[in-house]
């Protein structure tokens, strides 16, 4: 079987396939507001303001007030069960990550000798890790009855992701229920790295996965009040994340018909080739999935009439600013449609069978949708068709299989030879214009 890329239309050497992907190495994970230090704060504390990124109820104390001098500020995790968490952006399911702070027991002025005179506990928790439990460091100052000023020291706690965008959580674990709310552990500058895991590159694009939702650090149920967030002009941005997007040939489908040369003689077949690709996203997919209705303004161009979507690209504001985006960090416009018609000569030995396969080029952006407040964010896949390399187009051909084989040697059809069909010939016709025919009027005798 001989497989031709067809050379009028297409290069191997341009159509060579995407680099081999890399090893994934560490690297940073973005900690929001990990210092601490917004909203800006008056006074050395404690405060309980909200504090931004974070959820939860803690006091808030200055670098000074903390004892420490990089600027970074303390937060105090409050009674027993209490808890300050932050969902790391971007980490994906299945990512090992490395988180570093630093603890240290209470400075509040309200504590007793003995309410740090072992340590306080409290524990670090994050999606797919263990609970570990920590206990502070003592401070033999506070023991000896004078203010504390932080004894800080380096933690780290290490997990592998169970689900996208994991939550970090810390909790307090003070057990004496007499002590001041304000007499807890203290964390400070929380910092992580990851090693991120393999992009799986197997995914069929027809099952692109679940698309999630998030409000802050809390998951929403549904992605509608995310999407309606991103329905206005310029209300949501598209964050593209390089590091799980690529590009890919798409698996081999025959386009046209198969030929089939029955004669002894190599023939030259001429066709016309007509083949288009479209885009998927997550978002339809999952409202798909789920049965429900997806809403006209917040739908990606890639279900539906093709016409008509080609037509809405630039009336939806999330087509919009996905291809923005899009074009920024690849320095090429990206296409909802891709469509092609080549006519192509075939040349086909006696005895074999000729057909076209088309492999497209198509490409995967995963990322987010975020409000401008980064309040919502809509985790999202596309694929579509690429402009990076070529489609291919094969011509392959090939042994006839069995039933090509019995039509070929079928016999050609007949009319039926009602009288005498199966008996031999009676006489020759041979000489019948010799001398003894006469000669019908208005014809010449030629022998």
Known sequence: MRHLVLPALVSLALAAPCPAVAAPAEQPVPVLNGDFAEPAMKGDGPTTVGIDNWTGA??????????????????????????????????????????????SPAVSKECLPADVADGQAYTVEA????????????????????????????????????ENDPLLTFTSRVANSKAHITC????????????????????????????????????????HNALAACNGENACEFRPDRRTSFRYYGRSRVIGEAFVNCTRNTLEHTRVLSFAERSHDSV?????????????????????????????????????????????????????????????????????VSWVELQPARERVEGWFASKKDDYRVHVVVDGPSRAVPDRLLQRTGPMADAEKQRCMAARPMTTTPVGADAPASSTDKGLTGPSMPTAPGVRRIG
Do not use: C
């Not at 999935?289 to 690209?313: I, M, Q, Y």
């Not at 891709?338 to 040349?347: A, L, N």
């Open 58 to 103: 803690n006091q808030r104390y200055s670098p000074a007030a903390s004892g420490r001098t990089d600027g970074s500020h303390g937060v105090a995790l409050q009674k027993d069960g209490n808890t300050l968490s932050q969902r790391l952006r971007g980490v994906r399911n299945g990512a090992q990550v490395t988180v570093s702070y630093e603890d």
């Open 127 to 162: 999606s797919g890790g263990a609970v570990q439990p920590v206990t502070t460091a003592k401070d033999p100052d506070r023991v000896k009855g004078t203010p504390g000023s932080g004894r800080w020291t380096v933690r780290t706690y290490t997990f592998t992701a169970s």
């Open 184 to 223: 807890s552990p203290m964390v400070a500058r929380i910092r992580a790295v990851e090693v991120p895991p393999a992009v799986d590159q197997t995914v069929d694009r027809m099952s692109l996965g679940t698309s999630e939702a998030f409000k802050g650090n809390e998951k929403e149920k549904s992605l």
């Open 284 to 352: 339809a997919q999952t409202y798909a999935d789920a049965g429900l209705s997806l809403e006209e303004v917040a739908r990606l161009p890639t279900s539906g009439d093709r016409t008509e979507d080609e037509k809405r690209v630039t009336s939806r504001p999330m087509a919009t600013q996905f291809a923005l985006a899009y074009e920024k960090a690849w320095k090429r416009p990206w296409q909802w449609f891709s469509s092609d018609q080549r006519t192509v000569v075939e040349r086909i030995q006696p005895g074999e």
